[in-house]
């Protein structure tokens, strides 16, 4: 690259005068504010045909726990309907905790079943990279769930890791990559599967310790309390096991869910089903497993469910095209073509493989406008707190669900009978590092 050629460029930017004023006000005030498009954030009624009324948000603060408080609100949403109750919280905490746990025994798992690989193989690498994590699936959490059941917030509240996750994580992840080191040497001495576990055992006493006296120790049992809203009732609960508190006040059987994908590459047929290697939270519990379509299909049936006044679990890609305060997100919002004198024109198939996007966030969909049976923007759930968007909701216009929504969690009662066959297909395997694998986990 020759000064030459940086002197032709230098010039063309000299030789138009709208180039300084564009120069100027990106310098001052950032990409983002600079390109902000008014006639886009205007189009962004926040006023949808079909709305469900689901209440105070919630805050996830500095942590990347999106997935946990996407699946828990649309639990809440059911729970303070039936019971007529007002702004109640599930404990994201407990639910932090049996995570971190489980994903930590998950590491180990993986670590001695790759015990005979090396370590700067792709494999073993991309483990060591993030032994465990904020973010998660659907599917993660429903093995949680199915295990721990869920307690109250008041019952186990945040503490200061749990809201600011990022101490805790790294110190995690120190221990256990040093656990890994510990068990692929005593593999290395020729011992046996058997005593390797042993030692993983004594290993996750550890975690187990560091997770205690950093987010509490989950209850065993607790009461609950709680007055209905509606009737101006009081009842109680007394010694309620997590279990027993999902399955009578929550009460979704999670098997009836479904992870509805869209991926468009050429790797991934639409109505096939698809797992990622060496993703998940409990060992033996439900795998991951998605069920992927073209873009008008699952769109569909999450109206389905948005008209049957139920919300749905979603996941996307938050990072691009998304005004955060403003609470919009539509691919117009920013019009970075026109300011840059140049073209961002990947496709979402593109985008995926040519690792532009992937999956980084969970929200829920909360409601739908609808024009002639069409949609043109939706109402969005987010855990960022009140002081974002409209009191903590977001509008996403249509064609930004198009571009970067890749994920929807639905009751299989949607599907018509071609995608329920297709769904009972036993799962292509991905490798631990497709697109399809992203964690949702932004903060």
Excluded at 246 to 275: A, H, Q
Aim: glycine share 6%.
């Amino acid at each position: 690259m020759s000064a030459s050629m940086v002197a032709k460029y230098s010039d063309k930017i000299q030789t138009k005068p709208k180039n300084r004023i564009i120069k100027d006000a990106i310098m001052k005030n950032g990409i983002n504010a600079a390109t902000l498009n008014n006639d886009a954030v205007v189009s962004m009624n926040p006023v949808f045909s079909e709305d469900i009324d689901t209440g105070k948000v919630t805050n996830q603060k500095m942590s990347g726990r999106c997935w946990m408080f996407a699946a828990l609100n649309t639990f809440r949403h059911k729970l303070n309907s039936t019971f007529d109750l007002k702004d109640f919280e599930l404990s994201q905490n407990y639910t932090m905790f049996w995570d971190k746990f489980e994903k930590s025994n998950y590491f180990l798992e993986s670590i001695i079943d790759t015990a005979d690989k090396p370590t700067d193989g792709r494999l073993v690498s991309w483990l060591l990279a993030t032994p465990q994590q904020d973010g998660g699936q659907w599917d993660m959490l429903v093995s949680i769930i199915d295990k721990y059941g869920v307690v109250p917030k008041q019952v186990m509240p945040e503490t200061f890791q749990s809201s600011r996750s990022v101490e805790l994580n790294r110190l995690l992840n120190a221990k256990l990559r040093e656990d890994a080191i510990h068990l692929r040497t005593l593999f290395e001495e020729g011992k046996s599967r058997q005593d390797l576990e042993a030692v993983k055992e004594g290993q996750l006493e550890d975690i187990y310790r560091i997770l205690v006296f950093s987010l509490g120790e989950p209850p065993k049992t607790f009461d609950f309390e709680y007055r209905d809203e509606e009737k101006k009732e009081f009842h109680r609960e007394i010694g309620i096991t997590p279990q027993e508190f999902y399955k009578k006040y929550v009460g979704l059987n999670l098997d009836d869910y479904v992870s509805i994908i869209n991926s468009p590459t050429k790797d991934k047929p639409y109505k096939k089903t698809y797992t990622v290697q060496y993703l998940g939270t409990v060992v033996g519990g439900r795998k991951i497993k998605y069920l992927n379509v073209d873009m008008e299909t699952l769109k569909k049936l999450a109206i389905r469910q948005i008209k049957d006044k139920e919300t749905v679990w979603f996941g996307c890609d938050v990072v691009l095209y998304t005004e955060p305060k403003l609470g919009i997100m539509d691919k117009a919002v920013f019009d970075y073509d026109t300011a840059f004198s140049t073209k961002f024109g990947l496709t979402k198939a593109q985008r995926l493989d040519y690792k532009q996007s992937c999956l980084t966030h969970a929200m829920v969909l909360t409601g739908v406008n609808l024009v002639d049976g069409k949609p043109n923007r939706w109402k969005v759930e987010n855990s960022w707190g009140e002081d974002r968007g409209h009191k903590g909701y977001f509008v996403a216009s249509d064609k930004w669900m198009d571009e970067f929504t890749y994920q929807v969690v639905v009751n299989k009662k949607y599907l018509p009978d071609e995608l329920k066959a297709a769904y009972d297909q036993k799962p292509i395997e991905l490798k631990p590092w497709d697109p399809m694998g992203a964690l949702a986990l932004m903060k």
